[in-house]
């Protein structure tokens, strides 16, 4: 018969393998910096730039699969929480997008 401590390892690592591990500390560490944010001291409005850049800073953390400090960034800074339109970032920072080569 399994101890609890075994059991409360298998848990953790079935969890952990699934994600919802951390997307849990995730969520639990976006929920204190919400609840110890001082609602007196307003945050500074989000200018056009920080936006962007903030975008592009998410941008990075999902294609790199840190979805969790992406919602942690999001949650901290205002970010609107449906991230911007790649074209959209593409015209504001007069970008290209290069085509992708298929032939490798």
């Given amino acids: ?4 401590t075994e059991l409360k390892a298998v848990l953790k690592d079935t969890l952990e393998k699934r994600g919802v591990l951390g997307h849990l500390k995730a ?3 976006a929920e ?5 944010d001082d ?3 307003p945050r500074p409005p989000l200018s056009h730039e920080n936006l962007l850049i903030n975008e592009l800073i998410r941008e990075y953390l ?3 699969k840190y979805k969790y400090t992406s919602s942690v960034l ?3 800074s205002g970010q609107p929480v449906v991230p911007l339109d790649r074209q959209f970032l593409i015209r ?13």
């Fill in 1 to 4: 018969m399994a101890t609890v």
């Fill in 27 to 29: 969520r639990i560490r």
């Fill in 32 to 36: 204190v910096f919400n609840a110890l």
């Fill in 39 to 41: 609602e007196r001291e």
């Fill in 62 to 64: 999902e294609f790199n």
């Fill in 74 to 76: 999001v949650a901290e």
């Fill in 92 to 104: 504001e920072l007069n970008l290209f997008e290069e085509p992708k080569d298929n032939t490798m």
